[in-house]
């Protein structure tokens, strides 16, 4: 097996997350860049020390998690929005699992205004995010963006001591005279470019163990969405690793299948939410949507070289050995050993796990769909037998698995109904300790 770097930095494996966050609507495609972009501007002019800024930069990219969770619309991307509860839900999703500890706070205040008494890190932090949130929320595409550059420092500057702290809008009106720093912000390429550079390795290394965290808890962001798949790639994740025991997968190799497991499906936050909670038959344009999020898991885990085995394992898995798959239609020779294995534990997941519009496939069932996709060449027959010999041990790993990962949704679910009933029944509030009582 080819051997893997022992560590991959925080900024490659959270861009892959970015990126398919920013696929979710036409109204937000490179939204999270834009502000991570702004944001990396402003922290300079300010003099942020290098830790501070990365910490900035780190949150702008996925400052709106928890809006996947919420099933939002992205009505926050008006600049007068005052909700918050989507940066709640996403500190309540990060702060476990955070590989920095300050992160889940600076996300949890970004839309929170601007109090001179604030002088801690984490809010200052946050309200340089809200500032270049609110300037890219501003950006519109029907005019030139140097056209709008004038109208924008109007209503920022409208907003100086009330919603962003001055020093923060005293460096943006300076930033501003820069034709380059707007047309940056219209450039994807550009933005990539720039954050890219500043990511450069050695730039906050974390080991795999850490990956692995960080993956279950994008697993956790793709999967919540819906009570439909709630658990799937928690299964997938446990499934595929112990396969890969059976192959003589290495402790490390056993790790990437995992992390491999609980991405494999980060392509499904294109998917709109009423497909992936649809309990009957897709409709042909319905399918053609579903099968995208293949190709999109692929592009997303195509944003790191260091990342190319996880992406084939992991973006493969609806290939079929007979080059009927998709979204590649790659053929037995051309799969990675790793990709057929997360082919096979996908199907004997989905087939055996239940789901709220029906009961998991008993043992013969599940038998008999394994065995007749080996036969037609569907599926690896040398793994599918491994797992039909296996069976019942198989399937005890994935109910364990799943049932703990219910328990959590569960109580997520119950935890996050909660905070934002009690967040509606307040005004909108500047106030940082009204969001502390929540906690």
Not at 153 to 166: A, D, H, S, V, Y
Not at 193 to 212: A, M
Not at 218 to 228: L, Q
Not at 330 to 358: H, W
Request: glycine residues 4%; proline residues 3%.
């Amino acid at each position: 097996m080819k051997k893997f770097d022992k560590k991959i930095g925080i900024y490659e494996i959270l861009k892959s997350f970015s990126y398919s966050m920013d696929l979710i609507s036409d109204t937000v495609v490179g939204h999270h860049n834009k502000v991570a972009y702004i944001s990396l501007e402003l922290g300079r002019e300010m003099n942020l020390t290098e830790t501070k800024l990365k910490k900035l930069v780190i949150s702008a990219l996925i400052h709106d998690l928890g809006v996947f969770y919420l099933h939002q619309t992205f009505s926050d991307l008006s600049f007068d929005s005052r909700s918050n509860h989507h940066a709640e839900i996403g500190y309540q999703l990060l702060k476990k699992s955070s590989p920095i500890a300050d992160i889940p706070g600076i996300i949890r205040y970004h839309h929170h205004e601007w109090n001179e008494n604030d002088n801690d890190e984490i809010p200052i932090l946050s309200n340089i995010l809200h500032l270049a949130d609110r300037i890219a929320v501003l950006i519109r595409d029907d005019s030139p963006i140097l056209s709008q550059k004038e109208r924008i420092k109007e209503i920022i500057k409208k907003n100086k001591k009330t919603r962003f702290c001055p020093k923060g809008v005293e460096k943006f009106l300076k930033i501003s005279v820069r034709e380059d720093f707007w047309l940056n912000i219209i450039s994807p390429t550009r933005i990539e470019k720039k954050l890219d550079k500043f990511f450069q390795p050695p730039i906050w290394l974390i080991d795999f163990n850490e990956v692995l965290k960080i993956s279950n808890l994008i697993s956790h962001i793709i999967d919540f969405r819906s009570s439909f798949t709630a658990t799937h790639s928690e299964g997938i994740a446990s499934i595929s690793s112990h396969l890969s025991k059976y192959l003589n997968f290495n402790k490390e190799e056993q790790r990437k299948m995992k992390i491999a497991g609980y991405l494999h499906d980060i392509g499904k936050l294109v998917v709109p939410p009423q497909i992936l909670n649809k309990p009957g038959k897709f409709t042909s344009e319905e399918w053609n949507i579903m099968k995208t999020h293949t190709y999109y898991t692929y592009q997303a885990l195509s944003t790191s070289k260091n990342l190319n085995t996880i992406k084939e394992w992991a973006a493969y898995h609806h290939e079929k050995l007979n080059g009927s798959g998709y979204p590649f239609h790659l053929n037995e020779d051309q799969l990675p050993l790793g990709s057929k294995i997360m082919g096979v534990a996908d199907v004997f997941t989905a087939i055996t796990e239940e789901r709220p519009y029906r009961k998991g496939m008993d043992t013969s069932q599940a038998k008999s769909i394994l065995n007749d996709m080996a036969l037609n060449k569907e599926l690896d027959d040398n793994l599918v037998g491994i797992i039909l010999e296996n069976f019942e041990e198989f399937n005890e790993i994935r109910k364990e698995v799943q049932n703990k990962t219910k328990q959590q949704f569960n109580k997520f679910n119950e935890k996050t109904e909660s905070i934002v009933k009690s967040l509606m029944k307040k005004p909108y509030s500047s106030d940082r300790t009204e969001v502390l009582k929540e906690d």
